[in-house]
């Protein structure tokens, strides 16, 4: 035993890097939204990469610990304490057994992340802790529930993330954007609506889907034969607005996409709430995929 | 023939026509199969679907061109065969009637039908597995008897219970679990399809065989059905 929830909050999940190898069962990758905090939190303690965190997601939280532990706060700044003092993210935490950690409310970012040494371990749903409410694949935290996780190692207290790798919640984001899919058969003028223009994060979003809110692409090609979501893929609605598809979004799916959106970027994305702004600029694969190996060879 | 583009930062997506049939339906099982055995190493995730095969790679193995080149080169040398069904028809037990089937009143009235006549045209039919999504384990089946077509509701119902059998143009397909959606619901089935029971992940293939039997409200409960 390790943490007992107090309070669940808004909505608080035990996520891992996801769920593969079952799509064409129609099962979702699910996993961390925040790729990047996820993998600072567990780098630090020094965990596997697929070690299972909890995403605190807008706050509401409040844990009661059972052990001694040493643990990370990555991601969001949702007025973390513990017993009423404010404690840093970024940086190894020792908890001692009766202390109560509590999440707020959102100050920058959205989503927080709990790391544990070892990780949690919780029960597996097809060969990964990731929870995915949509798909009724376990479920959100609930007070009373005991989080297991193991007994500690000693902790390295206050070894933090260098400060030059501390995100920014709040700058402008534009998001990079392979053309991929049905990117062609959108014309020129179509691809300027979306390139043109700053559009707004709308509040219906969640973990299956971003939508964006601005002006629409006029006359978009109607609904399609269904066909395979790749992560960050960018579909149009008939409405002519863009929903970017995230982790717990469907496998497949009939509206046509105009593009797919770099991982990195996602990762930013998950931390910004409804109403911020964001933009779109074109990346070529070779640059994307570069990036992306330098993420995964920094951490794995 | 087939058509490789990109779908993202570690996924290409290969079209091999343009239009869903069941002949298209076994090649894209066949190949699926195929890329899966030869690059077993370097898929994180392939989907199937009606026309096109998704697939999700290490992009710390290899690049996109060099993954591109190794997939055309699968599918090059690669010589269709029309494969025996190894497997037998699947079978799933439905009971077709008003009580569960929240559409068929409508639909017969509609159609012109008797219900023993819309129960005949929807249980003799054989359907294929075009593909599996929506939510887990839920199988598009098609193709629908043409005088039962029936287009999505215009407002999708909140809360289908699982079991439901619903039509949707020339699709048909079981709900596995209690969630919202737009299909007419016809009838619905005892058997469990969710993934409490996890056998229920391998039940239905792309390239499965289908088939409906009507059973009645006696042996629908016997089964576990619920009403």
Known sequence: ?300 | MFDIKLAGENAIIIYFGDEASPELAEQIAFYTELLHDNLDDLIIDIVPSYTSVLITYDLNELSHQAFCNQVSQVLTKAIFVKQKHQSDIIEIPVFYDHEVGLDLKRILVEKDLSLSEFIELHSQQTYLVYAIGFSPAFAFLAEVDQRIQMPRLSTPRIQIPAGSVGIADKQTAVYPIDSSGGWNIVGRTPVDLSLNNYENLKRFMVGNQVQFKPIDRQEYLYLGGKL
């Open chain 1, 1 to 300: 035993m390790s943490f007992k929830v107090i309070k669940a909050g808004f909505h608080s999940t035990i996520q891992d890097r996801g769920r593969f190898g079952l799509a064409h069962h129609g099962l979702s990758q699910s996993g961390v939204a925040d790729e990047h905090a996820y993998c600072w939190a567990n780098h630090l303690l020094a965990n596997d990469v697929n070690d299972a965190v909890l995403e605190i997601t807008f706050g509401g939280c409040e844990l009661l610990a059972l052990i001694d532990t040493c643990i990370v706060v990555a991601g969001a700044d949702l007025g973390f304490k513990i017993n009423d003092k404010p404690q840093p993210n970024w940086q190894l935490i020792a908890v001692n057994k009766g202390d109560t950690l509590t999440w707020a409310t959102p100050k920058k970012g959205v989503r927080a992340y709990l790391a544990v040494q070892d990780g949690f371990k919780t029960t597996q749903h097809f060969n990964s802790r990731s929870v995915n409410i949509r798909e009724n694949v376990g479920s959100l935290i609930h007070s009373g529930e005991e989080l297991v996780s193991k007994p500690s190692k000693p902790c390295d207290t206050g070894k933090a993330m260098p400060a030059w790798y501390q995100p920014n919640y709040q700058e402008p984001l534009s998001l990079r954007l392979l053309a991929s899919y049905q990117f062609d058969t959108f014309t020129e003028q179509q691809r300027q609506v979306l390139f043109g223009q700053t559009y707004k994060i709308g509040k219906a979003s969640d973990r299956t889907g971003c939508r964006l809110e601005g002006k629409p692409i006029e006359n978009t090609p109607t609904t399609m034969i269904s066909e395979g979501i790749a992560y960050g893929s960018v579909e149009i609605t008939t409405a002519g607005l863009p929903i970017i598809l995230l982790k717990d979004a469907p496998t497949i799916g009939g509206y046509p996409k105009i593009g797919t959106v770099l991982s990195l970027d996602l990762a930013k994305l998950a931390q910004r709430q409804a109403g911020s702004e964001v933009k779109f600029e074109l990346i070529n694969i070779e640059v994307a995929q570069n990036l992306r190996r330098e993420f995964d060879q920094f951490f794995i």
